[in-house]
């Protein structure tokens, strides 16, 4: 089975500090995505990821930025975290091909900024 | 962009009877795959089913089956004799063919009462 991996369930920081999300996929996947996830809102894409040190802007990526040193993981990183940054975030990966692939998921991280 | 809209933030269903969820979207490309995902209270996003857009035949999946309507962007899931395990959020995604990232929905909230 596909298995992907976020190093935290739930996690406080305070408002100003610097956040790694981190989250590794052990599946030889190309793709790798970070998503926020709130109420109303479903999940918004911040950055995905195609290839080792490569990435790309999604929707939201203000605020936000990610690091690819190795095709297995893929980080999130809050330069400054601030309040309106507490939310759940998403990291999936999905196989580089043109037919039907789905993403998978990791377990989400609650991130409390206060 | 590509979006999706599920315009039911929240829907019920009886034990054992049959409820379908909404959702269309928007796009101009005629090559695309679609996906309902279900995230229960776990956090765990799991994939439920998908459906190619070239093929016409609507996908099922035992319980879960989709009506897949092309022309009119729109893309629902029916859930046929519902179970208690059904509860969870789900949310319609979107993903362009020979493409990698994948948009979504704001979610549907199911509840089943016993």
């Known amino acids: 089975d596909v298995k992907v991996t976020q190093s935290s369930r739930y996690l406080v920081k305070r408002t100003g500090e610097k956040v790694f999300l981190e989250c590794v996929q052990d599946m030889d996947h190309e793709n790798m995505f970070w998503y926020r996830q709130d109420p109303g809102l479903g999940l918004r894409l911040i950055y995905f990821s195609y290839d080792v040190k490569m990435k790309e802007k999604g929707d939201i990526p203000e605020g936000y930025s990610v690091s690819r040193e190795k095709k297995e993981r893929f980080s999130l990183i809050l330069e400054s975290a601030s309040t309106n940054q507490t939310s759940m975030y998403l990291c999936?990966?999905?196989?580089?091909?043109?037919?039907?692939?789905?993403?998978?998921f990791g377990q989400g991280t609650r991130l409390t900024v206060v | 962009a590509q979006t999706v809209t599920q315009s039911q933030p929240e829907m019920s269903v009886q034990e054992a009877e049959t409820v379908t969820l909404s959702c269309t979207y928007d796009?101009?490309?005629?090559?695309?795959?679609l996906f309902w995902y279900k995230q229960p209270p776990s956090r765990q996003m799991i994939l439920v089913i998908r459906?190619?857009?070239?093929?016409?035949q609507n996908a099922t999946e035992n319980r879960f089956s989709v009506n897949f309507q092309k022309a009119a962007k729109s893309f629902s899931l029916k859930i046929s004799d519902s179970q208690l395990g059904d509860a969870a959020m789900y949310f319609c995604?979107?993903?362009?063919?020979?493409?990698?990232?994948?948009?979504f929905g704001a979610g549907t909230r199911l509840t089943v009462k016993p």
């Open positions: 796009t101009s490309e005629s090559d695309y795959y």
């Open positions: 459906q190619e857009a070239y093929k016409q």
């Open positions: 999936a990966s999905s196989p580089t091909r043109t037919e039907n692939t789905e993403a998978f």
């Open positions: 995604a979107y993903r362009r063919y020979n493409n990698n990232d994948m948009r």
